[in-house]
């Protein structure tokens, strides 16, 4: 239903309901790597050393970075091809 956005922000106001916009799956995408993305890179940057001498930190992270895309790909594939309605 088209109405006037005056009287749309008129009547969620009277009825105290507000809707909500969905948010976009790329920005929630875009966020959810920038909440993991930006801490492991300052870290990195800021050479954080946490002591576990027998670990190479950078192979964990390429090891995480590469599970998570498996992941993704395995995701996408079952929701793409098995999952069609």
């Not at 576990?52 to 964990?60: A, G, N, T």
Request: aromatic share 10%; charged share 25%; with cysteine.
């Amino acid at each position: 239903m088209n109405m006037d956005p005056h009287t749309r922000v008129e009547i969620e106001r009277a009825t105290q309901k507000q809707t909500k916009k969905p948010v976009c799956k790329t920005c929630r995408m875009i966020r959810m790597y920038l909440i993991f993305a930006v801490p492991v890179l300052f870290f990195i940057w800021a050479g954080v050393d946490f002591n576990f001498s027998d670990v190479d930190p950078r192979d964990i992270i390429v090891k995480v970075v590469l599970l998570i895309l498996g992941i993704q790909i395995v995701r996408r594939i079952y929701i793409d091809f098995i999952k069609r309605p």
